[in-house]
């Protein structure tokens, strides 16, 4: 927990540009629409783009037994950093500062934590 606190401190005093995001942009908040993508159920909060970026699910359930996805994820955390010219570090961290986060609501509201402790885990944090 101190290390994402300390992470998350980190990171937000140093956002070179802050804009405002969507807040919840996640796969189950991206429709198809007629001919075009759609973001639904906006949150509207101030941040960076690598914050946005970090609620992306960049390993499905299926791919959770393969042996290598510390580097499947930090491969592609890289390739969408550079599609997106942004900084990989900053998602990789903020992924982090979320699945810890993921965590402590987990645990707040009764619920079983192990997914995102094992996700923490499974990409060598």
Known sequence: MSKAKKLKNNLLGSIKEEIVLHGDLHHDNVIHHKDRWLAIDPKGVLGEREFEVAAFNFIHQSELSQENIS???LYRVD?????LNLDSQRIA????VRLVLAVCWMVEDNNDPTRFIKLIELYGY
Not at 79 to 83: D, F, G, I, S, Y
Request: aromatic fraction near 24%; glycine fraction near 0%.
């Open 71 to 73: 580097e499947l994820f």
């Open 79 to 83: 390739r969408l950093a550079n599609r």
């Open 93 to 96: 961290d903020w992924v982090f």
